[in-house]
């Protein structure tokens, strides 16, 4: 119902219009009635009605100043003025403040209900284009985000937004075209569905205080906010926003920042964060990746990358592991320096890949061929390093089983060329490795010692006193004898002197020892 307030100094008129006037018919309600200005204004403010009949001449405030009070306080309160013939042109001052319907007195009930029933139908309508208005306002208030997302996917990636678009858009979403802004691309590692792209834009707003604009473009996230010329502060966010996401997604997320500029420029500025982005490859998942990042790379692009290939290659074939792992470190550095193109950087990786490969057994080339299009797919440098980490310690570990069983058998066959020459004078490390085994004399000195952990001239000398010593516990020998039998020539002082050293006595205290005797 309409609320309506009556005002007039005399009670007779008041009650008489109150009376005479069918106001639930006319959809209203008569609220109250007041004495004059005053007492109506203080209603208006308390009881807050739509229509006002109100009398012109009344003391303390008049008509006139009870709709300039009233239109101040609610300019959509409706007046009807009641007044005199000669108050007319007096009365004529309200229009300023939208009073329409004036009734001289003396009036009847139609003149009042034609009034009435004219200012209803008006604040009907009123409410029906407000409620209208508001009902659009609450369904724009809803698709505006969608909106917002819309418009900046389409005006950093369609060129054939201009100036007139800008504008447009700005004004509808009451931005400043003054705006200094950066750009946020965010790219999820790994495997992930669209959700997690939603997560981690919620994150990302919240944690931003309120960007100007987002949305998702492919598989990224993109975000506009206001430049605050404090870097170091939102790197620290976004640092935040990333542990966050990782706290509770399990997944890394790699953010690229663009510099500050105008917001007109938004299109140049998504296509620099693209390309910082790229850089990822270099500086490895989960970063927050800046122009500075990058401008270092460019100052020492194009430096020429040279790794000789025998620098792995030769530790691995020779099965020491922690010298392949050193080589690879450095190959893998070397192009981090470089940094060039990614496509020449996984062209060196592959040649790298291939040439350790040709070293390898032939059944397990193919398997290894089959592995070069990994490479290729790999997205970060830090994923090639995984991959040849691998690979190099497989590689390495299976030489080293090779080379494991190969070594035994060339000491065990130098062992046997020993008890087979124990009588040989010329028994050495030189004449087994160049007249038996046709071997490198270092090489096999190096691998005997390894092996068993002694010389090999130590090895033979102590074999020859363990034979004496067998010798002289089967029966009488001469000292000279075994001297001569055991490769020591017509030397047994010399003889006498080794076996001391590995035996504690020398042989006649042996023999003694035995109860033998040798002369």
Known sequence: ???????????????????????????????GTARNGVEAYERIKSDSPDIVITDIRMPGMDGLELVQAAHAHNPRIRFVVLSGFGEFDYASRAMQFG?????????????IGEALAELVEELRREESRESFVRSMRQELDKVMPHVKEQFLKEFVTNKTYGTRDWNYYRSLFKLDSDY?????????????????????????????????????????VLIAIEDAGEPGVLLERLGRIRDTFQTYYRMDATIAVSEPDQIVNARSLYKETLQILNYRFYLGEGSVITRKD??????????????????????????HREEAAAALAEFINGLKEAQLDIDVTKSYVIQLFVSLVRQCDPELREDY?????????????????????????????????????????????????????????????QWVAGDMLYMN??????????????????????????????????????????????GFGDNPQYFSQVFKKFAGCTPTEYMKSVGTTGF
């Open 1 to 31: 119902m309409i609320k309506v307030l009556l005002v007039d100094d005399e009670r007779i008129i008041l009650d008489g219009i109150s009376r005479m006037v069918d106001w639930a018919s006319l959809g209203t309600e008569l609220i």
């Open 99 to 111: 009073v329409r319907h004036y009734l001289l007195k003396p009036t009847n009930e139609a003149k």
């Open 180 to 220: 200094r802004i950066r750009l946020l691309l965010f790219r999820l590692e790994g495997a992930f569905e669209f959700e997690h792209l939603f997560a981690i834009k919620n994150i990302a707003e919240e944690l931003l205080d309120k960007p100007l604009l987002s949305t998702t473009i492919g598989d990224h």
């Open 294 to 319: 990058t401008s270092i790379a460019n100052v020492e692009r194009g430096r020429e990358f040279v790794f000789d290939e025998e620098r792995l290659a030769m530790p691995i074939k020779s099965g």
């Open 369 to 429: 061929f089959r592995q070069v299009p990994q490479i290729v797919d790999m997205t970060t440098l830090q994923s090639i390093q995984s991959f040849l980490e691998r690979i190099v310690a497989e590689m390495a570990e299976r030489f080293y089983r090779q080379q494991t069983v190969k070594h035994s058998a060339i000491v065990s066959r130098m062992m046997a060329i020993v008890e087979e020459q124990l009588g040989n004078p010329e028994l050495s490390l």
């Open 441 to 486: 004399a270092d090489y096999l000195g190096k691998l005997f010692r390894k092996e068993t952990g002694e010389k090999f001239s130590n090895f033979v000398m102590k074999t020859r006193v363990q034979r004496a010593m067998e010798l002289i516990a089967a029966g009488d020998i001469k000292i000279f004898e075994l001297a001569e039998r055991l």
